[in-house]
């Protein structure tokens, strides 16, 4: 196991430790892996800025194709969320007012060093595979703008999916836990491909 690997499943344990302790139902767990979209989006724009630093042509690229991908990339999480909070939040919430309704849920559900230990895993990876491995002298602008997007796709529909099923039960805590299990899975598999997705392009 990696060492990226490690930080990756310490942080998918945090929702057990919210589940477990601060009784956690399912809105407070879907609202931090949504709020994982907006960490993974960060991150993407920090990898589009490093790639490939050496070539010209690349930084004439990324004016064009970074607020590109923060547009669409945004609208895309946008979207989710608002999904996440009418579906799975409590009544009287304005599901389109994110700006509003997801940092009153941060502070009421606890979600604060949740969201700190999803920045410190996937800051980490992005430090050990990225830069310290040598990721971003290989990764294409074209391959990072869709990263994100295959793996944001698998997670949300394991994680809606699984939402529906734990809301319709009543949120008992045992499905709580196999919804953790399946969404760290998930993020498992997704991890490996992208490690194997930049190991395989070509050195430039």
Do not use: C
């Not at 690997?5 to 057990?16: C, F, G, M, W, Y």
């Not at 599901?95 to 559900?109: H, Q």
């Not at 391959?143 to 699984?162: C, D, E, K, N």
Request: proline share 6%.
């Amino acid at each position: 196991m990696t060492p990226s690997q490690v930080a990756l499943v310490l942080a998918n344990a945090v929702p057990l430790v919210g589940v477990l302790l601060l009784g956690w139902t399912v809105f407070p767990l879907l609202l931090l892996y949504w709020l994982e979209n907006v960490v993974v989006g960060g991150f993407n724009v920090l990898k589009m800025l490093l790639a490939k630093p050496a070539e010209p042509v690349y930084w004439a690229g990324k004016l064009f194709l970074i607020p590109f991908f923060i547009v669409h990339f945004g609208g895309f999480t946008f979207v989710h969320g608002v999904l996440v909070v009418a579906f799975f939040g409590p009544k009287g919430i304005q599901p389109f007012d994110l700006l509003t309704a997801v940092p009153a849920a941060i502070r009421a559900n606890q979600l604060g060093w949740g969201v700190l230990s999803l920045i410190a895993s996937h800051g980490f990876s992005f430090y050990w595979n990225y830069v310290k491995n040598g990721e971003y002298q290989r990764a294409s602008l074209q391959a990072l703008m869709g990263q994100p997007y295959g793996r944001v796709m698998v997670l949300h529909l394991t994680v809606l999916f699984g939402g529906w099923i734990v809301m319709l039960l009543g949120s008992p805590v045992g499905a709580l836990l196999v919804l953790v299990a399946l969404k760290t899975a998930a993020d498992w598999r997704g991890h490996r491909a992208e490690r194997r997705k930049f190991a395989a392009l070509p050195e430039a």
